[in-house]
């Protein structure tokens, strides 16, 4: 996913606009002209519009956002599911007022906060990511050398499926995500194959089931992720991550970065939103957090809303310092 300095999560895109607090994981195409808030940077209106992208974290993000919006500062919330760079468009035209989750677009922070200043920084998220290669750590404590990249053709065959073309398989989620993972395999000389499970969803389903069967995996996978507390897995060490060594995709032969996510908000409502633009400034959680909700939604079946719910009750030490 990432490009020159930066991680790029691209999410399946997806449906129209909530006209609640509904941070929605269903996928589709985005329209940005379509999928408008009516609400986004109404002057006046205590009506705030999040965007939220599909992965699971930043739904969570924008649940308990949304939630203490609404049920501590009266705001109605409105959200809008998008893939990640239209939804940079989106925030700089005003369409929605707060982007919580960005792992990093030089290009459009360059083109927006720097040039047309349409866009502020919001401050960080207070949760690093990182994309990377993994393998179960049951496999890693049996065969201890699979972490070292060099080693993985040695045991290619194991991680060969029906997918993989008699080749490795090397598992990654939507063919709609940025990954250097084909470009990587390629200019490492590595006998394996990428194989897109097409979803996250689908990937974590794929990853249980090789857990349950105790089979060698090798997987594209990211952190913070609550799979982790159920799939135990340990990092494949590839070549080391230097600045600009990604910078060409088809060139690329080094690890990804780790990359503090950040908030980025609509420069007018910035300077106008009030309460909730300064709430939003100030929401700042760490990794615990955010997959303690992630995981009520992903794993346990609650809505977005329950879960946000459950979380701010178990943790007013944690978001009563946002409301200022």
């Known amino acids: 996913m990432p490009e020159p300095t930066k991680i790029r999560r691209r999410s399946a895109v997806a449906l129209a606009a909530a ?14 002209t379509r999928q408008t808030s009516p609400y986004a940077a109404a002057r006046g209106a205590k009506t705030v519009t999040l965007s939220v992208q599909s992965w699971v974290g930043a739904q969570a993000n924008t649940a308990v956002a949304g939630y203490l919006l609404e049920h501590e500062l009266g705001y109605r919330v ?20 707060a982007i919580l989750e960005d792992w990093g677009h030089p290009e459009q922070q360059a083109r927006y906060v720097e040039r047309k200043k349409t866009v502020v920084d919001g401050g960080g998220l207070g949760v690093t990511g990182h994309i990377g290669w993994f393998v179960p ?24 499926t029906a997918e993989s073309r008699g080749k490795g398989q090397l598992l990654d989620g939507s063919p709609s995500y940025v990954t250097n993972d084909k470009a990587l395999v390629r200019n490492l000389g590595l006998d394996l194959e990428v194989v897109f499970a097409g979803s996250e969803a689908a990937q974590i389903t794929q990853i249980k089931q090789f857990a349950k ?15 982790f507390d159920r799939v135990p897995m340990t990092e494949v060490e590839l070549p080391a991550y230097a600045q600009g060594c990604d910078a060409d995709a088809e060139k690329v032969a080094c690890a990804y970065p780790h990359t503090p996510l950040r908030k980025y908000l609509n420069a007018r409502f910035a300077d106008e939103g009030g309460r909730a633009a300064d709430f939003l400034k100030r929401f700042h959680w760490g990794v615990a957090d955010q997959n ?14 329950q879960a946000a719910q459950k979380w701010v009750e178990r943790h007013e030490d944690v978001w009563r310092p946002w409301l200022g």
Request: proline share 6%.
């Open 137 to 160: 750590t049951y496999f890693a404590e049996e065969h201890p050398d699979v972490t070292d990249w060099k080693n993985l053709d040695k045991y290619a065959d194991r991680f060969r």
């Open 78 to 97: 409105d959200t809008v599911q998008v893939d990640e760079v239209p939804a940079w468009d989106a925030l700089s035209q005003g369409r929605v007022d």
């Open 19 to 32: 006209t609640a607090l509904a941070v929605l994981t269903g996928c589709g195409a985005a329209d940005m």
């Open 292 to 305: 303690e909700v992630a995981l009520m939604i992903a794993e346990e079946k609650l809505s977005p809303r």
């Open 213 to 227: 069967e105790r089979k060698p995996f090798l997987t594209y996978w990211y952190q913070p992720q609550w799979l």
